[in-house]
């Protein structure tokens, strides 16, 4: 049986059944240079023989490197959905799962045996899940680390995926940079996109003094623009 079609199987196999997508910037991994091509189907090849020894997270740490290389393999992104859903990560997995069920022509031609399972999986994810929000993230800062805890999210921003409705706290770093901790409310009704503030480096950061005169018990300090 073929390598893929075996994973795919052993997927679904050892799953219980489970009970306005952002547009990520998409590429095409037949457009990668040679180099880059070979490292993607090593990864590829780590994935499933992590799948095959039921190492699920280090198969997911694996499928996450191969997805930040390129985004139109069929195999890898079914595989990360599935992952996701074994994992219990409900939203993670119906965003994965979403990206495909909007391709479905080319995942129909790539793979078959992932297009007959598709709907029945979203179907079921949906029941578990479905009022979960699609969401991005963007720092202006290039290569920030973003963290949201509660929801097991650690990767460079920007962010796409899914979260439950509610607040949540997104902790924002870089080596030589002040970490910043922020606050997202994902709200149905809302567009779902979220841009973070901008980090500083550390050597930019002062230290001030301020002497309140007799009586006062707060001072309020605001940027050039005013804003508190």
């Not at 997805?67 to 990560?89: F, G, H, I, K, V």
């Not at 202006?140 to 973003?146: A, F, G, I, Q, V």
């Amino acid at each position: 049986m073929n390598k893929r079609v075996w994973i795919i199987s052993a997927l679904t196999l050892l799953l219980l059944p489970a009970t306005a997508w952002a547009q990520r910037p998409e590429v095409d991994c037949n457009t990668l240079p040679e180099a880059d091509m070979q490292r993607f189907y090593e990864l590829s090849g780590e994935m499933s023989q992590a799948v095959d020894d039921q190492n699920f997270e280090e198969a997911l740490s694996v499928a996450k490197q191969a997805m930040a290389m390129c985004t139109s393999d069929t195999y890898t992104e079914y595989t990360l959905a599935r992952l996701y859903d074994l994992t219990n990560d409900c939203p993670d997995a119906f965003y994965h799962y979403e990206v495909l069920a909007n391709r479905p022509d080319s995942v129909k031609k790539e793979n078959a045996d992932i297009y007959k399972e598709l709907n029945k999986h979203l179907k079921n994810i949906r029941k578990k899940c479905g009022d979960a929000v699609t969401v991005e993230v963007t720092c202006p800062t290039p290569e920030t680390r973003l963290q949201i805890a509660s929801n097991n999210v650690d990767t460079v921003c920007p962010y796409y995926g899914k979260l439950m409705p509610g607040s949540y706290t997104v902790m924002l770093s870089k080596p030589d940079y002040v970490t910043v901790k922020e606050t997202i409310n994902v709200d149905p009704n809302s567009s779902g996109n979220f841009t973070m503030p901008e980090l500083y480096e550390v050597s930019k950061q002062g230290t001030i003094r301020v002497r309140c005169p007799r009586g006062a018990s707060k001072f309020v300090l605001t940027d050039s623009k005013g804003n508190v």
